[in-house]
T-cell receptor
């Protein structure tokens, strides 16, 4: 069974540009969550999607957005990039919410560098 | 608010047991997790424990949960050099029927020496 796939793995952008990251969850998983990992702030929750609807949202500015497609694949977008957006962006998928088990499986991440 | 705290560093000799500790504050947490991250990689789910359990064993891994003290620990028996990594403790914050929002600790860097 294939794991969570994130593309691209690495990318470099300049300030002011925008970026789109993609995540394909494990087959059969309908929930996709996104996290930002930085040395200073650690792992922070961005948002979660389920059945094409945003179910939860973290404390990030509106420049960070996402969506989920009918096949459960998800994308996140960051507009007007800032230096501080340089991070590893991790996607996680899970089967569903309760009463299923709370196993979240992470992808390898997309490492974004903003110059 | 929710806070998950871990010690930042642990050094252990190969073959010894490692114990990584974590404290959390959200009493409504339902699942608590341990993830492993190797350099340049994503997070690997090692194990998780449901909050109505106090212990879970899975091969070399033993998770202990003290709900009264909000303390979680991960014991790795017979630690190997391949266990060198950063270990994250996380709690699920159950909102709107969702498991997807995890609160992570800062991670414990485990270094295994020969």
């Amino acid at each position: 069974k294939a794991g969570v796939t994130q593309t691209p793995r690495y990318l470099i952008k300049t300030r002011g540009q925008q970026v789109t990251l993609s995540c394909s969850p494990i087959s059969g998983h309908r929930s996709v969550s996104w996290y930002q990992q930085t040395p200073g702030q650690g792992l922070q929750f961005l948002f979660e999607y389920f059945s094409e609807t945003q179910r939860n949202k973290g404390n990030f500015p509106g420049r960070f957005s996402g969506r989920q497609f009918s096949n459960s694949r998800s994308e996140m977008n960051v507009s007007t990039l800032e230096l501080g957006d340089s991070a590893l962006y991790l996607c996680a998928s899970s089967l569903d919410g309760p009463p299923n088990t709370g196993e979240l499986f992470f992808g390898e991440g997309s490492r974004l560098t903003v110059l | 608010g929710e806070d998950v705290e871990q010690s930042l560093f642990l050094s252990v000799r190969e073959g010894d047991s490692s114990v990584i500790n974590c404290t959390y504050t959200d009493s409504s947490s339902t699942y608590l997790y341990w993830y492993k991250q190797e350099p340049g990689a994503g997070l690997q789910l090692l194990t998780y424990i449901f909050s109505n359990m106090d212990m879970k064993q899975d091969q070399r891994l033993t998770v202990l949960l003290n709900k009264k003290d909000k303390h979680l620990s991960l014991r790795i028996a017979d630690t190997q050099t391949g266990d060198s990594a950063i270990y994250f403790c996380a709690e699920s914050v159950l909102t709107t029927d969702s498991w997807g929002k995890l609160q992570f600790g800062a991670g414990t860097q485990v270094v295994v020496t020969p």
